[in-house]
């Protein structure tokens, strides 16, 4: 009945979700910050229920630190079912007040959420949680995005008829 070759989420952000709120229902509500001593030692090797998702994406937050692992509970940890999803200037201004030792700017959030949001991503594609992406290397990137921009310099909106345009007047 279960496909092997189905993941369990779409994406991390999705796993995150479903992890905070089973957090929540587990705690009866009263929820506090997530520490680092909470997350598993080690990772199951077959989810077969929500217990084991829920173990399983808590070991792939191993090796975040004190204020990564806030940053996710801030961001995808709602107080109660039904409650949106919180800002990035949300979080900025409860990071304040959590650590008022830190000046939090709102891109310090955006690149602390980046890397923590990686870290879980590697840990679900390597449990085969989530689907693997096959990543481009940077000299393709670079190539498309160049090509791209010369495309759209040279030709205006027309694209690449203009170029064909002009190299069929030419001969």
């Known amino acids: ?17 479903f992890y905070f709120r089973l957090r929540e229902l587990l705690h009866s509500g009263r929820t506090s910050r997530l520490v680092a ?14 217990i084991d998702d829920y173990q399983c994406i808590g070991w792939c937050m191993q090796g975040l630190d004190e204020i990564a692992l806030w940053l996710l509970s801030e961001l995808y940890g709602p107080s109660g079912f039904g409650v949106r999803r919180r800002t990035f200037s949300q979080a900025c201004k409860a990071g304040k007040l ?7 700017r709102l891109r310090e959030i955006g690149m602390i959420h980046g890397h923590a949001l990686g870290v879980v991503k590697r840990g679900l594609g390597r449990l085969g949680m989530i689907p693997v992406r096959h990543l481009q290397s940077v000299h393709d990137r670079r190539r498309r995005i160049r090509t791209a921009g010369k495309r759209g310099h040279y030709h205006g909106r027309r694209g690449g008829q203009a170029g064909i345009i002009r190299a069929r007047r030419v001969r």
């Open 1 to 17: 009945m279960f496909d092997e070759d189905k993941t369990r989420f779409r994406r991390a952000e999705e796993a995150l979700r």
């Open 37 to 50: 001593e909470e997350l598993p030692a080690d990772a199951c090797t077959m989810a077969a229920n929500a």
């Open 98 to 104: 959590e650590f008022p030792e830190r000046n939090f």
